[in-house]
């Protein structure tokens, strides 16, 4: 990928200053997880992720700005990464897994109005409709993907922007049974914030389903910068199933399910060689190792089943009820 000229100069003026405590319970015992660098675009910088060594949380440290984050991701807010990302929620595993959450939810309730935040090409409500034929469902992007996946016909609403703006949450409150973010928090500069936001969208006994990365997962020890998840610069916050538990129950919500099985994504392996080999090859000799990829992605399938049950999970899944 090309250079991006504005961080040939130095990349420092992108970073906030480093953070001496957690930003999630203010305890000054840090740890740092991984440093690395752009391992998927290889541009110029350098990232840490440190760990809180009383709660857990593991975070992006320092972490970049709001500038720094759109520099750094111009390319995915372009649409260039689309057609890969796209490629990857439409596999028959992703629509498995999206079936899966779909019927957790259908065990619980009859929707008349949802809300999918951080959406791209709503590839949920699309295999959500399966089940839910008469559920409303409306979508949330940051990027214009949003407003094509309304074109397509997939959702009936599309909201472009942050669920946390202001004129969002006064456009958006209180008008949902069920708000779903699979792999969204990850994201969010403030996931408490995004969590409130969420909280307020939903009316009185709504359901929030969260699905999200688990650093506590044994493949983030045993790869290191290499395990996707990390995913740096673009994640900024890795929140443990407890500390996730323990707010939204402060919050006033029940929890009704938590699940470390179905949300595990079987890609560990396979994106981790991927990205060594991103590493060290020539851009020109990389298409070469497609094969290796791809047979390494045939292990993570095969051992999944296992996996998914042992704490090499690489996600989980709550669903709360709003009180």
């Known amino acids: 990928m090309p250079p991006t000229p504005e961080l040939l100069p130095g990349t420092d003026r992108f970073h906030e200053p480093r953070r001496e405590d957690c930003p999630w319970c203010g305890s000054g015992r840090l740890r740092t997880r991984v440093r690395t660098t752009d391992l998927l675009h290889h541009r110029p910088g350098s990232f840490a992720v440190d760990e809180c060594r009383d709660c857990g949380h593991a975070f992006q440290n320092p972490r970049l700005t709001a500038e720094g984050f759109v520099l750094y991701h111009r ?11 796209d490629r990857l929620l439409a596999t028959r595993g992703g629509r498995r897994r999206h079936r899966a959450a779909a019927r957790a939810m259908h065990a619980l309730t009859e929707p008349e ?7 791209g090409r709503a590839h949920f409500p ?5 089940l839910f034929p008469y559920t409303s469902f409306d979508g949330l992007d940051s990027t214009l993907r949003v407003t094509w996946a309304q074109a397509d016909g997939h959702i009936e609403e599309a909201h472009c922007g942050h669920l946390t703006a202001p004129h969002m949450l006064a456009r958006l409150r209180a008008r949902y049974d069920v708000v779903t973010m699979f792999r969204h928090l990850e994201h969010a500069p403030d996931p408490r914030a995004e969590l409130r936001a969420a909280l307020a969208a939903l009316r009185p006994g709504g359901h929030l389903l969260i699905d ?7 493949f983030g020890a045993l790869l290191g910068k290499w395990w ?3 995913g740096q610069p673009r994640h900024l916050h890795l929140l443990p199933p407890a500390n996730l538990r323990a707010e939204l129950e402060s919050q006033g919500c029940e929890i009704l399910t938590a699940d470390r099985r179905t949300p595990h994504i079987p890609c560990d392996l396979s ?14 000799l990389r298409p070469a190792t497609a094969p290796l990829v791809a047979a ?3 292990v993570d399938h095969a051992l999944a089943p296992l996996l998914r049950r042992t704490p090499f999970s690489n996600g989980y899944r709550i669903i709360a009820k709003k009180g």
């Open 113 to 119: 109005s949802w809300l999918d935040v951080g959406t």
């Open 296 to 298: 390494a992605a045939a």
């Open 75 to 85: 390319d995915y807010y372009e649409g260039r990464l689309e057609d890969h990302t």
């Open 228 to 230: 996707a998840p990390f």
């Open 212 to 218: 999200v990365a688990n650093p506590r997962s044994a």
């Open 271 to 284: 994106a981790a060689l991927a990205l060594v080999l991103g590493r060290l090859l020539p851009g020109p």
């Open 126 to 130: 699309r295999t959500a409709k399966e």
